[in-house]
């Protein structure tokens, strides 16, 4: 019996002009951005559009603060104002730029350099910006971050890769401070956790909580590809198609791309290189398919979004979902002439 598709699921679909990079949901929005350089801003209730930009692609992160929308691509810093997406203005990057986070009038960004010779990154700046974009200081450090969170002490906190590896906590006017795990295995993601912790993927499987104490666990012994905090814990997919979540190991086919948690239920996306699943982990596991790969997932309440290679931005509502999967998606012929209706409607909305 074939699998039910996840547009079957899905309350809304919007379309970026490119790849999705980024795929974001606040209180009443969604933010996409894609390969191409735009960043669009959709209203979470109707999927109506409120407004897109335009910049030099791939964006590869925002940021939110203070009515305003920070976002790093290709090898710039922009800021757009939240109301009406003007650009308000845009500051350059050494190399490509990674990761951006605001707090209270302050824009934090970091920007890599890769070595095609080598096959690797060879340095990274650390950037701190006020909110009229005048730099205020920068550091450079020889490791590329894989995860960059705001830490409770007004700073911003690094989970590195080789070659020292651990993470660094950098404070306004001090040095960068490096700090050593238990493990010497390369950070390759991160996560916020609950009660301000963070949480550290490693290339070995190994998962760390950064918080009051260091804490190391491992319970998959593969890299871990993309992690999530939830309310009891987290979720974390690996390499190996592995996926730790409620106390034990769920597997899926391919390597895990993204995961997120929508009231209380897991969700993981996966690509076995021809062919993409999303999986929703709960008591009774479901597996939908799905026609692009899907890089990118986030979820705020009782929403959850998804954003594939194709440029669509997949939006989901716990409510309709649960409706839905009360039908019988994958034998019920209307439910397949419901999708052909949807997908037709979809069309005409977005032409």
Known sequence: MSKPSLESLASFIRDLDSKCTLARLSENHIFAGSHGGELCCWYAESGDLRWRAEVSGP?????????????????????????SGQLLWSRELEGGSDFVQAWSGVVWASSSVYELEIDDFIEATIWRFDDSGEQLERWTINERPWHFGLHEDGGVLLGLGRPRCGFLRIRPGEKAEHFEFATDSPVTCGACGSAGRFLLGHSDGSISSVGTDEEIEQYVESLVTTIAGTDSGFI?????????????????????DAIADLSGDGWASSWDGSESRVS???AEAREFSHDARIRHMDSHQNRLIFGDDLGKVILL?????????????????ENDRNQALRERLRMLRNS
């Open 317 to 333: 509502e716990s409510a309709v979902v649960k409706r839905r999967l009360e039908e019988d998606l994958s034998s019920a012929p």
């Open 280 to 282: 929703l982990l709960a």
């Open 59 to 83: 964006i590869s992160d925002i940021a939110i603060d203070a009515g305003r929308i920070y976002a790093t691509a290709s090898a710039s810093l922009h800021a757009f104002d939240a109301e």
């Open 236 to 256: 974390s997919g690996h390499e190996d198609g592995s996926i730790w979540f409620d106390g034990g190991v769920r597997n899926v086919d391919g390597t895990v």
